[in-house]
């Protein structure tokens, strides 16, 4: 899974169709949590979408663009533009199907 910087998350988003980024920081519990559900929801929507993490505390610059006041913040893009956002740590089921009706 791809670790995005400030420097690169935009030519990240614009060279993949649909795009779903987890806006996380390391001393983040909830962030903790949801991670192994975001990285198996990656292997099953891979054909859907590329998945990608950017570290809010080391890459402040592109969560303060897209005011991510709350972590873990789930943005997803497509085309280039984000087509939705969710927050918080949430069951595998519930992540599934947010992310169907964005995808």
């Given at each position: 899974m791809k670790e995005l910087t400030d420097a690169d998350f935009s030519d990240?988003?614009?060279s993949n169709k649909a795009v779903v980024i987890d806006f996380w920081a390391e001393w983040c519990g909830p962030c903790k949590i949801v991670a192994?559900?975001?990285?198996?929801?990656a292997q099953e929507f891979s054909k859907k979408a590329v998945f990608a993490k950017l570290d809010i505390t080391n890459n402040p610059g592109i969560a303060n663009k897209f005011g991510v006041a709350s972590i873990p913040t789930f943005l997803?893009?497509?085309d280039g533009e984000v087509a939705g956002e969710f927050h918080g740590a949430m069951a595998k089921e519930d992540f599934r199907s947010k992310l169907e009706e964005l995808i």
């Open positions: 990240f988003i614009s192994p559900v975001f990285g198996e929801l997803v893009f497509k």
